[in-house]
């Protein structure tokens, strides 16, 4: 018998891959010079949300065009309309997710880029 599964380290990979926070220290535990270690070490990492930032704006473009097909099939197929709706509203949330990730990031992008401390 073949069960297919996901295996727990491609489920890793997905999250290492979209989030970009793992990579991240907390600054505000420790003595003085450990969250500044930490913030310095935050710094030399902001570089890499600018990639992160393309990833969920592609993600975010792409639940958009979702939706579009999604109403514009609800349109074409009456008998399915109220269920191509939920899906375009369900698809409406997880972008609005998406957008939130992303203003998120632009903010701890921009906070340690222009931020001295």
């Known amino acids: ?28 535990t420790g003595s003085f010079y450990e969250r500044a270690a930490a913030y310095r070490h935050n ?16 993600i975010f473009m792409l639940f958009l065009a979702a939706i579009s097909v999604l109403e514009s099939m609800g349109d074409a197929y009456s008998a399915w309309k109220l269920s191509l709706t939920m899906l375009a509203v369900g ?9 939130v990730v992303i203003i998120v990031m632009t903010v701890a992008y921009l906070f340690l880029t222009y931020w001295e401390h």
């Open 1 to 28: 018998m073949i069960v297919n599964y996901v295996p727990r380290e491609s489920l890793y990979l997905i999250y290492l891959y979209l989030w970009p926070f793992w990579m991240f220290k907390d600054a505000n």
């Open 43 to 58: 710094r030399a990492k902001r570089a890499y949300l600018l990639g992160y930032i393309v990833k969920w704006s592609a």
């Open 91 to 99: 698809t409406a949330i997880l972008a609005t997710w998406a957008l």
